[in-house]
């Protein structure tokens, strides 16, 4: 009798322990799900001030033709990114073409001189303080999700419940890279 009941206690106490690290690992999943998309949203404004930019760009360094198409074409290919990993690269990527641009701007002083210039290129540097802010933010939620569904006895009740590690937000090496600028 005794027996049983330290068997049913003990299947109560992991019955509850599942319970405890479900939830836990649903609301960090869900953390990381929200911080994710706070970079969206960030990302989505400076995708947004793209356009405006390329145009008054566009009228003053016409034969910068090739920049500007990899500016669209970085967009682009972020807005047809299905997977988080997916969005990171292309964020990347449109990050280092942004640099391009901004680094080409330099060479023309009636461009760097337009008011509509100075005042996109002004809120582009607030958006991406604020894309920098939140991919601190994500990086440091995903790195407290994925250490719970590592650490002994999450990653247990991980498997079981099949919670999958989060990707970090990290820059790519071709974007570490110091764009190179040729006139």
């Known amino acids: 009798m005794v ?15 599942g319970i405890v690290y479900q939830n836990k690992f649903v ?41 500007l198409e990899r500016v669209i074409a970085a967009r682009t290919h972020y807005t047809t990114a299905g997977t988080i990993d997916e969005k990171i690269k292309a964020s990347g990527e449109l990050g280092s073409v942004l640099s391009r641009l901004m680094m080409v701007t330099e060479s023309y002083p009636e461009l760097k001189a337009n008011a509509n210039f100075m005042d996109l290129q002004n809120q582009l540097k607030d958006i991406e303080n604020k894309i920098g802010f939140a991919r601190q933010f994500y990086n440091d939620t995903v790195t407290a999700y994925n250490q719970a569904i590592r650490m002994i006895p999450g990653n247990i009740f991980a498997g079981i419940f099949n919670f999958k590690e989060e990707p970090l937000f990290k820059v790519e090496a071709e974007v570490r890279e110091v764009p190179k600028v040729k006139f």
């Open 27 to 67: 609301k960090l999943q869900e953390r990381v799900k929200n911080s994710w998309s706070q970079i969206d949203v960030q990302l989505q404004k400076r995708f947004d001030l793209i356009p405006n930019l390329v145009e008054v760009v566009k009228g003053y360094a016409s034969h910068e033709k090739e920049t």
């Open 3 to 17: 027996t049983i009941i330290v068997i049913l206690v003990l299947i109560v106490l992991l019955i509850l322990m």
